[in-house]
Nanobody, 125 residues
Framework: VQLQASGGGYVQAGGSLRLSCAAS????????MGWFRQAPGKEREFVAY????????YFPDGVKGRFTVSRDNAKSTVYLQMNSLKPEDTAVYYC???????????????????WGQGTQVTVSS
C-alpha cells in the first residue's frame, strides 16, 4: 500500500488542523493505521492509532482530548483532527499502516510496514 499524507500547515497556538492520509490499493480496510510525528532533533513519537475497523483508537497522554483519529474505508483515507494545538506539536507528521496484529505494539514505529512521506505542522506561539 502507498500512503500520501496531506493537510499540514502553519497555525497559531489554539488553532486546529486536519491531516489526511490517503492510501492506494483495495485492501485499506485490512490495515491498522497509526500517526507519528518527529520534531527536529527528536525521535519519532506515537501520536494516534486506529484499528482496521475504526472501533479502537489510542492516543498518548500528550494529545489525548485534543486529537481525534478517524477513517473512511470507502475512501481509503484516515484523518487526524488536531485541536487546541500547541507550539510543542510542531513536527513532521507521518501516517503508517500495518496488516500485522500489533497488540500493544501500536506505539512502536518499527511495527508498521508502510509509511507516508510526512506533512509539516508548525504551531506558532
Amino acid at each position: 500500500v502507498q500512503l500520501q499524507a496531506s493537510g499540514g500547515g502553519y497555525v497559531q497556538a489554539g488553532g486546529s488542523l486536519r491531516l489526511s492520509c490517503a492510501a492506494s490499493g483495495r485492501t485499506f480496510s485490512t490495515y491498522a493505521m497509526g500517526w507519528f510525528r518527529q520534531a527536529p532533533g527528536k525521535e519519532r513519537e506515537f501520536v494516534a492509532y486506529i484499528s482496521w475497523s475504526g472501533g479502537s483508537t489510542y492516543f498518548p497522554d500528550g494529545v489525548k482530548g485534543r486529537f481525534t483519529v478517524s477513517r473512511d474505508n470507502a475512501k481509503s483515507t484516515v484523518y487526524l483532527q488536531m485541536n487546541s494545538l500547541k507550539p510543542e506539536d510542531t513536527a513532521v507528521y507521518y501516517c503508517a499502516a500495518s496488516r500485522r496484529a500489533l497488540g500493544s505494539g501500536y506505539v512502536v514505529a518499527e511495527r508498521y510496514e508502510y509509511w507516508g512521506q510526512g506533512t509539516q505542522v508548525t504551531v506558532s506561539s
